[in-house]
């Protein structure tokens, strides 16, 4: 074979690999397409049909923003949310005192047992939400804690907030608080806390103005996620909130049972926005913090 044909052959062996290469990749692409179409399409829906003008969910009756209105009216719904508020406020600031002392333990310490609080520590995060709930319904049960409420003046409204809801939100609240801290000390150099001793900087100074400021992002991020994921609970808050407590994804739930009406889906459309929000500045503040990296803290 002359070097002209060899030439040629090479090229359309080349030409033939770059298709095959830009068939599959296209053929991925249409599948990832197909699978964020399947899993996204749903919440689209939800959200256009809040502005439907027909109580019917069945059919597009034009463009409204009356059942808005009307949720911001309806008195039980806007007790829920402060409900809902309320005991994500009350949990997330526990949490994440409770959760930012178990990652500074996990990760910078060693004690007996360590394998064994790891695992404790990640076990709300892998077992089923019922599973927890019916646990921890069986715990308040047993113990006597009950579901005593908790009268309690926030922001001006009068709320009786059951124990046994913040205690069961901290529970589960604590370990994703600590998965978030433990990824930002992970990431973070132990040389400026090393200097900062070779200072003569007493370990309570050299938390509160060498690891404090770093670990910030991460705090501030789990804190954000365990607000969002109190806002959003339903099933732990169900089985542990006892009669005549709702929070807002309580109160949806027994408004689904007289009919999905735009009502529901303008509230379902309220959190959701809400819950995006929240996680977006978690993202942010969390690769905001790491591509900062550690600044040289004033002792």
């Known amino acids: 074979m002359s070097d002209a044909n060899l030439a040629r052959a090479l090229s359309r062996r080349s030409r033939m690999a770059k298709l095959k290469k830009r068939l599959s990749e296209g053929l991925f692409s249409g599948y990832g397409f197909l ?5 996204y399409l749903p919440i689209i829906i939800l959200v256009i049909f809040s502005f439907n003008d027909s109580r019917s969910t069945a059919q597009w009756a034009g463009f409204t923003t009356r ?3 009307a949720m911001a009216k309806d008195h039980q719904i806007i007790l829920s949310l ?12 526990i949490s994440v005192i409770i959760g930012t002392l178990a990652a500074l333990a996990m990760e910078r310490y060693r004690f007996w047992g ?20 019916i646990m921890l319904l069986i715990f308040f049960d047993l113990s006597g804690v009950g579901f005593e409420p908790w009268k309690v003046h926030f922001f001006g409204v009068h709320l009786a907030v059951p124990y046994s809801v913040i205690i069961g939100h901290v529970a589960f609240n604590i370990s994703f608080v600590a998965v978030v801290v433990r990824a930002r000390l992970a990431q973070m150099d132990m040389v400026l806390e090393e200097a900062a001793q070779d200072l003569y900087a007493d370990p309570w100074r050299t938390f509160w103005r060498v690891t404090f400021p ?56 309220l959190m959701l926005l809400f819950s995006l929000v929240l ?16 600044s040289t803290p004033t002792l």
């Open 35 to 39: 699978g964020y179409l399947f899993l």
């Open 114 to 133: 360590k394998l064994m609080m790891d695992a404790v520590l990640y076990l709300p995060i892998i077992i089923p939400d019922i599973a927890m709930a």
């Open 214 to 269: 770093m670990l910030l992002p991460g705090i501030v991020g789990g804190a954000l996620l365990a607000f969002t994921l109190s806002m959003d609970d339903f099933v732990i808050t169900f089985f542990t909130s006892g009669a005549g407590f709702n929070t807002l994804p309580v109160r949806v739930f027994s408004m689904i049972k007289k009919g999905v009406t735009p009502k529901i889906n303008a509230v379902s459309t």
């Open 67 to 69: 059942w808005y209105v």
């Open 279 to 294: 996680v977006a500045i978690s993202l942010i503040l969390s690769r905001g913090g790491s591509e900062e990296g550690p």
């Open 82 to 93: 402060w409900n809902s508020l309320f005991v994500a406020v009350v949990s997330t600031v």
